[in-house]
């Protein structure tokens, strides 16, 4: 890299800053948001993401409706959610700009490549004028760059096409941030080297513009600030940026291991939960069975089977997926066979925005199954988090012989973070009943403290015994239509799920404790109503928050602390389900703010909830 010593350079601290890509669905935003935000994790911030992309897999180029963005905040400890407004803006063609400038406050930066604002592509977005060029931007600072000129001069004796080279055009903005922030370009170098490893020609392309991005913020006048952010006060351990797909697989995997059984993971393709699917297939050697499905409903029973066959057995989909599954999911309940179910809940109804965040999936996960089919039902509140929840929730669902579905949401599953990996000795050891011996064996004989049923599974001899969706008789297990002994069934298998609260540990109160404002989020609100509360009582407001992980059954201390609060109000990215949990198990008048954008909540949201509510006392 050049350095140029005579540059006068400024270094602006910030304890942490947003910064958001965007650009047509071909000019690879996912692929340098992913690459900034390794480099931002490996430089010790800590970090979130918010991928965010449109549904079709090729939107008409340069469309407002193709536009795909990618955020990433990144700092001290105080990070919490990917952010609300963006500090930086970067934008690769005037579509990108007319969507995103929303997501802009006054004086942010915006990087703009202005050698995709055309007079065709401004026509596209419903520009009649320039905006670089016509000071309609004023109330931000514009740095306009050439990076379809910067790339074609790089890459002018390369060999390659200019179609080719134009798709280069991404690593120089991200050459240009890396010194922007002082990050590590080496990482991405190592990307790349193995990315294009058997197409050297490419390889050696998208290096040189990296380092032709970077050197071009060095020694252009126009870059006459770099930005020191702050690190995290991580906890010393190895860390690894991870989403929360990938942190479900790996919690899977870390849980069959524990358990001593093999990993199977049986599931459809469905977004957001593909990469579920895909990054198991990608650790087949860690004894996975990974099994793709000809449809949602072969999937969920291959999984029930694996569980019968004595797997650590799981299966993941969204919303869609789920209502399908529901069938067999009464199945599972009522043979008590232990299954882990990841729904990662995207906009709905029907289709609705697939690749879109939302948390409208808590009715159908605690209510949507014929009958009473009691389960238990747990939310992962950021990517790193799904790895605790998804174990916790292998854990429990071997424990207590029981299905548990495990929310997600696209927003963390997609987004990253930092994650400690824990050490075996960190994680919880597996209980079950230990299988009597052979005579004195009976399909439903309970553990007098959990309820569970023995885990009896082929080929242990002595332990064959019926099983099936039709009612089984209290201990022997034989097919039964005794109104009584279903009564008995049912009663069992309602206060076994009922026992699980035992397991919860006590709810966690951010904030003031003694205000009179509890905010109450569940699951993936988690950072945007933290982060608010802990704003708002900087700035010398009373309130206080909660989330809640565990849904069904709901922790034992909740109604005590949710009734000490003279207003609770509830923030869901729904249209108030769990506000209407709430006031049916106990009879509280909560508040409900809800939304359903497709878009997470922000911690900017959160806080003129707060002093909206505040101000009404």
Request: glycine content about 8%.
């Amino acid at each position: 890299m050049n350095k140029n010593n005579n540059k006068k350079v400024n270094i602006k601290k910030k304890n942490l800053t947003v910064v958001r890509f965007a650009g047509d669905s071909g000019d690879g935003i996912q692929l340098v948001g992913s690459q900034f935000a390794n480099a931002t994790a490996i430089s010790g911030n800590v970090l979130s993401t918010l991928p965010d992309y449109p549904a079709e897999i090729r939107a008409p180029q340069g469309s407002l409706g193709g536009v795909s963005g990618f955020q990433v905040a990144f700092g001290d400890d105080s990070v919490k959610n990917p952010g609300g407004k963006a500090d930086f803006l970067v934008v690769m063609n005037p579509a990108a700009l007319k969507v995103n400038l929303k997501y802009l406050d006054k004086g942010s930066i915006i990087i703009a490549n202005s050698g995709n604002f055309t007079e065709e592509n401004l026509k596209k977005a419903g520009y009649e004028k320039n905006p670089l060029e016509d000071g309609s931007l004023s109330n931000y600072r514009v740095i306009s760059i050439d990076a379809n000129h910067l790339v074609e001069e790089a890459l002018k004796d390369s060999g390659l096409s200019r179609t080719e080279i134009l798709k280069t055009k991404n690593f120089l903005m991200l050459g240009i941030l890396y010194w922007m922030f002082d990050l590590p370009i080496e990482v991405t170098v190592k990307w790349i080297e193995e990315k294009f490893s058997k197409k050297p020609v490419i390889m050696e392309a998208n290096k040189k513009v990296l380092f032709a991005g970077y050197n071009y913020a060095e020694n252009t006048e126009i870059f006459d600030a770099k930005y020191k952010i702050e690190k995290g006060n991580l906890t010393k351990g190895t860390y690894h940026n991870i989403t929360g797909n990938e942190a479900v697989c790996y919690a899977l995997i870390a849980a069959a291991k524990k358990l001593g059984r093999k990993c199977f993971y049986g599931s459809y393709p469905i977004t957001p939960a593909s990469e579920i699917l895909h990054t198991f297939a990608k650790l087949r050697k860690r004894d996975v069975v990974v099994f793709q499905a000809e449809d949602e409903i072969a999937a969920v029973c291959s999984s029930i089977g694996a569980a019968f066959a004595g797997c650590l057995a799981s299966t993941g989909t969204s919303g869609p997926g789920l209502a399908l599954k529901v069938e067999a999911l009464g199945l599972a309940v009522i043979s008590e066979l232990p299954l882990v179910i990841v729904d990662v809940q995207r906009g709905g109804p029907s289709t609705g925005l697939p690749t879109k965040t939302e948390q409208s999936d808590l009715f159908l996960s605690v209510f949507g199954r014929h009958g009473d089919s009691p389960l238990v039902v747990m939310a992962a509140t950021s990517p790193s988090d799904c790895f605790d929840t998804v174990y916790e929730a292998s854990r429990i669902a071997v424990k207590y012989m029981t299905p548990v579905i495990v929310l997600t949401s696209a927003y963390i599953a997609q987004g990253s973070e930092p994650f400690r990996i824990p050490s075996d000795k960190e994680l919880k050891s597996f209980e079950y009943m230990t299988l009597p011996e052979p005579e004195n064996f009976k399909p439903y004989m309970r553990n007098n403290e959990t309820l569970s049923r023995p885990w009896a599974y082929p080929p242990l001899k002595g332990y064959e015994h019926r099983i099936g969706g039709l009612e089984k008789s209290n201990i022997e297990g034989n097919v039964s239509y005794d109104p009584d002994n279903h009564q008995i069934m049912t009663d069992i298998r309602k206060e076994k799920i009922n026992r699980i609260a035992g397991e919860i540990p006590p709810i966690q109160i951010h904030g003031d404790k003694n205000s009179d404002l509890l905010i109450v989020g569940w699951g993936s609100t988690y950072g945007a109503i933290t982060s608010a509360v802990s704003k708002a009582v900087a700035n010398g407001m009373k309130a206080a928050s909660i989330n809640i992980k565990y849904l069904n059954p709901l922790p034992n201390d909740l109604e005590d602390i949710l009734k000490s609060y003279k207003k609770v109000v509830v923030v869901e990215e729904n249209t108030g389900q769990f506000a209407y949990m709430l006031r049916a198990n106990y009879l509280l008048d909560v508040v409900s703010k809800t939304k359903v954008t497709g878009q997470p909540y922000t911690t900017e949201e959160v806080y003129s909830i707060i002093e909206s509510e505040i101000k009404k006392f």
